[in-house]
Structures are given as structure tokens and as C-alpha cells.
């Protein structure tokens, strides 16, 4: 099964349809929350165009809610 790792900040939006798929469909993942204001400036660099949310999935990202939940559908 593959490991997967969801990227946002710590609130409700883009990625809480994300969030629910899993829910939905009972798969575990990693919930990763960051704050906006205190560990956001230094781990924009590491995502993939400076936006969030993001799925990892077995190391690879993907970005862009709609696509996220367009793959997670799909796979579930």
C-alpha cells in the first residue's frame, strides 16, 4: 500500500476534501499542518511551486487541490 502525506496549513480549505477522501475511504495517511505564520517562510522552498496543499505519495509529489482530489478519487 502506498504511504501517503498530506501538506497544508493548519486550517480548514483546499486540502479538507483531500482529507475527507481518506475518511471516506478508511486509508491511513500522514496529516502534515503547518502554521502560516511561524514555519510557513521556511518550508515554502520545499514545495513543489511554493503553494499548498500537496500530496506525497511514496516520495513523489503532486500539487494543486484539484488534482489531488481528482487522484485520490480515482485510487479509492
Do not use: C
Request: aromatic share 18%; charged share 25%.
Amino acid at each position: 500500500m502506498p504511504q501517503y502525506k498530506l501538506i497544508y496549513f493548519d486550517l480548514y480549505g483546499r486540502a479538507e476534501t483531500a482529507r475527507i477522501l481518506f475518511h471516506l475511504a478508511g486509508v491511513p495517511y500522514e496529516d502534515v499542518r503547518y502554521n502560516f505564520y511561524t514555519e510557513w517562510a521556511e518550508k515554502k522552498s520545499e514545495s513543489r511551486w511554493g503553494v499548498l496543499p500537496e500530496l506525497e505519495v511514496d516520495g513523489k509529489k503532486l500539487a494543486q487541490s484539484a488534482a489531488i482530489n481528482q487522484y485520490l478519487a480515482k485510487q479509492f
